[in-house]
């Protein structure tokens, strides 16, 4: 699969109605962010990635470049979820356990900003190990595994599951 998949689905999680009345939405950057945390989780949890294009460490954190040249024309601004629609609407499902990932990270990170999640992977191990200044240096799926981050998916998934439990049980 590849990373524009993964961003379709997470542009339809955008709420259409605050962002048209207040301009609520997501920009180029932090998906960038998002699609680095759905890296690493799938290489911590599965030992397998979840996309196949290539992550480097640039400036500002990680970057899959293929996303950035899609989305650069919002430069800083939050895509435009209206005149995305169709490209949304045209995502392929995913399974099970691929949107459970997208999920734990949605839920663990988008309520950071696009500055506080450069903020946050600026001091992950993935990208300080491979960032180079001014090279945009291709960062090694190896160095995303992170036994704190697989646990802290596992906590999320039992949590998911103790939830689903007491609906049966009502």
Do not use: C
Request: cysteine-free.
């Amino acid at each position: 699969m590849d990373a524009l998949e993964i961003t379709k689905h997470l542009l339809s999680k955008v709420n259409i109605e605050r962002y048209e009345d207040i301009g609520d939405g997501i920009s180029n950057l932090k998906i960038q962010k998002l699609l680095f945390y759905i890296q690493k989780t799938s290489y911590s949890v599965y030992e397998k990635p979840f996309f196949t294009d290539k992550m480097e460490a640039w400036q500002y954190g990680p970057v899959i470049p293929t996303i950035y040249h899609e989305f650069k024309k919002y430069r800083s601004n939050n895509i435009d979820v209206i005149e995305t629609q169709d490209f949304i609407n045209s995502k392929l499902a995913l399974d099970k356990e691929q949107l459970l990932i997208i999920d734990f990270v949605w839920d663990s990170y988008n309520k950071y900003s696009a500055g506080g999640l450069v903020d946050l992977t600026h001091n992950d191990i993935a990208w300080k190990k491979n960032f180079i200044p001014n090279l945009n240096h291709s960062i090694d799926l190896n160095d995303l595994k992170d036994k704190a981050h697989k646990n802290d998916f596992l906590a999320y998934q039992q949590e998911l599951e103790n939830i689903s439990n007491l609906k049966l049980e009502l």
